[in-house]
């Protein structure tokens, strides 16, 4: 039996809400790392590094302000993709940086943020509201 455009449209809609039930819990959870991160400053600033003209604080601030920001894109569906391979660079930084002795966790954000890269935000994405770019 031949399956009508209705139908598909039906069967690819739950993917849709599966994918706005990841964006929200993923970026929700990355707000309360980094809320923890804040609250546990003088513990863990050691372990960022010191760029140039950029001292551990400030590298804190930047790392810290940009993962709150794409967690913020990423709940509200605005460019899904970009947020998400700017997560996964930062994830294989760390991967490269302290080698895979972090454990599961760093494979888990890792798969998370390449599935959103994969994916993009769905059909509850603020990125479906606006009107695509006109060609010159």
Request: net charge positive; charged share 20%; hydrophobic share 55%.
């Amino acid at each position: 039996m031949r399956k009508s455009i209705r139908d598909w449209i039906e069967q690819y809609r739950c993917m849709d809400w599966a994918v706005l039930y990841l964006r929200l819990f993923a970026g929700a959870i990355m707000l309360f790392h980094n809320i923890g991160k804040v609250q546990s400053y003088n513990e863990i600033i050691d372990s960022y590094l010191s760029l140039p003209y950029m001292g551990q604080a400030a590298s804190f601030v930047c790392v810290t302000v940009a993962e709150v920001l794409l967690a913020a894109a990423l709940i509200v569906g605005f460019r899904v993709r970009i947020a998400a391979a700017l997560l996964t660079a930062g994830i294989l930084f760390r991967i490269v940086r302290s080698g895979f002795g972090d454990g599961e966790e760093t494979f888990v954000w890792l798969g998370i943020y390449l599935f959103f890269v994969i994916s993009g935000g769905g059909y509850f994405a603020f990125d479906e509201v606006m009107p695509p770019k006109k060609l010159k």
